[in-house]
Nanobody
Framework: QVRLVESGGGVVQPGGSLRLSCAAS????????MSWYRQAPGMERDLVAQ????????NYADSVKGRFTISRDNAKNMVYLQMNNLKPEDTAVYYC?????????????WGQGTQVTVSS
């Protein structure tokens, strides 16, 4: 069974740091584009960061560039999001997301989310 399980969320003060982890099972995450999305109450779910399956290249939302870093450990089937210099507007539920293809079919998987709260 395919699963993405996030962990590492919590409550931090502005300027603080957190590292989120995404544990993938039931599929090989290295063959998928892996992303982090976030959704604040009453808002839409937006892309935060992505790391590609082929090149390992990354892209980020403008709001987090220079502060967040996405990475992957293929041996562990894990994806991470290092978040530094956190701001109150970073408060949201953060979701791990996988997208790939096999035998002509598209596959998309979502994690359950982990809460990040940035407050003084």
């Amino acid at each position: 069974q395919v699963r993405l399980v996030e962990s590492g969320g919590g409550v931090v003060q502005p300027g603080g740091s957190l590292r989120l982890s995404c544990a993938a099972s039931g599929f090989t995450a290295s063959m998928y584009h892996m992303s982090w999305y976030r959704q604040a109450p009453g808002m839409e779910r937006d892309l935060v960061a992505q790391i590609t399956s082929f090149t390992g290249g990354t892209n980020y939302a403008d709001s987090v560039k220079g502060r967040f870093t996405i990475s992957r450990d293929n041996a562990k089937n894990m994806v991470y999001l290092q978040m530094n210099n956190l701001k109150p507007e970073d408060t949201a539920v953060y979701y791990c997301y996988a997208k790939g293809a096999r035998l002509g079919r598209q596959y998309e998987y979502w994690g359950q989310g982990t809460q990040v709260t940035v407050s003084s």
